[in-house]
């Protein structure tokens, strides 16, 4: 974590009822390809389909609008993937 975020977590750490107004201004180009590059290949894919290797392969196509949405509060996560794991002896 870089200094900015080490801030920004210790006073969240340390004071429960405080709230954010945004923490959109963090989330960088930069940001965004350094956690994607520490995503192990082998990970199964995301809810849309995509594959660690294919989001880094069309990382330029998707990155910006992705960053606009966020920056501007239109950006709408992907619905998640519930699935159903039976249970031995239910």
Do not use: C
């Amino acid at each position: 974590m870089e200094t900015g975020l080490e801030q920004i977590a210790e006073k969240a750490r340390s004071d429960a009822k405080l709230r954010f107004t945004s923490l959109a201004h963090h989330i960088t180009r930069e940001r965004v390809w350094k956690n994607l590059q520490q995503i192990p290949g082998n990970t199964a894919p995301g809810t849309d389909g995509q594959r660690v290797a294919d989001a880094k392969e069309s990382f330029d196509v998707w990155i910006e609008p992705m960053l606009q949405s966020m920056h501007r509060q239109g950006y709408k996560a992907p619905s998640i993937r519930r699935v159903y794991i039976p249970k031995p002896g239910k």
